[in-house]
Structures are given as C-alpha cells and as structure tokens.
T-cell receptor, first 115, second 114 residues
Framework: DGGITQSPKYLFRKEGQNVTLSCEQN?????MYWYRQDPGQGLRLIYY???????QKGDIAEGYSVSREKKESFPLTVTSAQKNPTAFYLC??????????????FGEGSRLTVL | AQSVTQPDIHITVSEGASLELRCNYS??????LFWYVQSPGQGLQLLLK??????LVQGIKGFEAEFKRSQSSFNLRKPSVHWSDAAEYFC????????????FGTGTQLKVEL
C-alpha cells in the first residue's frame, strides 16, 4: 500500500543532542513537508520541499534542518539550537503543482521528548 | 497572510445528535479549504476539500461542509454523530500560488457521549 512512513514513533533525547526523524513516502509525490504540532496550537510548518535537492523554510524553521537527496525521503534534524523541541512531528506529502490543487497526505507522526 | 480560526476548542455532543464545527478564515481572494481529522497519536486524514464550484461539499464518513464567502466561513457538519467520530478536527486554508502549503487552525476536540 502506498503511504508515508515516519520513524521512530517515539524518541527521547537528552538536552544538547541532535536527533533525526525519518520520513519516507512511496506515493511518487514531488512535494514533502514537516509540521510541528503542540497542544492548542494546531500545526505549524517547519520546512517544505517541492522538488529534489530544493527546500524552503516554513514559519518555524529555527533550530531545524532538512535534506532532500531523494524524491521519496525528507529527513528532519532537530538540532540542539531548538529551544523547545518536545512536540509531535508530522511529515506530509503532496502532488506538486503551481497552484494549490492537491491535498496533503500525512504520516502517523513522531513524538519527540527531551529529557 | 492567510489565517484560520476555530473558535471552539472543545465540543461535546451526544451520540446521534447533529454536529457543527466552526471555521473562519482570513484571506483576500478565494481560498482553498480543507477539513482534516486526527485520532489520538495519529496523523491527519482528509475529510473534505473545497476548491471551487458548488459551495456545499460532501466528504467521507458522512461529513459535509459549506463555504460561505460572505461570512468567510467553512463550517463542518454531520447530521448524526457516531461514537467513533470522537477525535480532533482541523480546518486548513491554502492560497493560490502557495504550492500546497496549508495554514491550519488550532483544532476542535470532539467528545461524543454515549
């Protein structure tokens, strides 16, 4: 079945450590996204990529980094510079388009807890 | 920039009762509008979407939503709620030329009483 796979589902990190969240999709979608979800704040866009080897900052990119070396993969690194990294992270993908004609397909999320 | 407001943080309804979840958006032109549902600890699933045309949109699981330009609203409705509808619901807006980046509301948590 086609879909988006995020791993790990749960992750614990000590302060000062970098951690990388994996996101893989087999939907043949061009565009991929990372959102952060906090209680009562909805989803906020961290980074997005419309095509391989290209990505843009979203609304809350500080303390995060991404890469897009392959169409199916869009890993997110939460660096030690992120002051409040404990959150639920959601990866999504969509068919690329010049106008917004597509929906987002979401993975099941990764919950990061900083100890 | 566009924005989305979901004024109700929590809503409780009895099973079998009707449901309406409110969503208001702010954007200068016609937006693209979405409703997503999220079960605890899971990703989001699309319920329905509005791009153009008929302002009453039908979705999955018996949900529908109506786009009202004059009120800048896109409220989600269901005539009879089932216990399995208990979840968090998110309204989202996309804009022309914005790719597929969406701006989400803060969500409405739905509780269903048996």
């Amino acid at each position: 079945d086609g879909g988006i796979t995020q791993s790990p589902k749960y992750l614990f990190r000590k302060e000062g450590q970098n951690v990388t969240l994996s996101c893989e999709q087999n939907l043949n979608h061009d565009a991929m996204y990372w959102y952060r979800q906090d209680p009562g704040q909805g989803l906020r866009l961290i980074y997005y990529s419309q095509i391989v080897n290209d990505f843009q900052k979203g609304d809350i990119a500080e303390g995060y980094s991404v890469s897009r070396e392959k169409k199916e993969s869009f890993p997110l690194t939460v660096t030690s510079a992120q002051k409040n990294p404990t959150a639920f992270y959601l990866c999504a993908s969509s068919i690329r388009g010049g106008t917004n004609t597509g929906e987002l397909f979401f993975g099941e999320g990764s919950r990061l807890t900083v100890l | 920039a566009q924005s989305v407001t979901q004024p109700d943080i929590h809503i409780t309804v009895s099973e079998g009762a009707s449901l309406e979840l409110r969503c208001n958006y702010s954007y200068g032109a016609t937006p693209y509008l979405f409703w997503y549902v999220q079960s605890p600890g899971q990703g989001l699933q699309l319920l329905l979407k509005y791009f153009s045309g008929d302002t009453l949109v039908q979705g999955i699981k018996g949900f529908e939503a109506e786009f009202k330009r004059s009120q800048s609203s896109f409220n989600l409705r269901k005539p009879s709620v089932h216990w399995s509808d208990a979840a968090e619901y998110f309204c989202a807006v996309g804009v022309t030329g914005g790719g597929n980046k969406l701006t989400f509301g803060t969500g409405t948590q739905l509780k269903v009483e048996l």
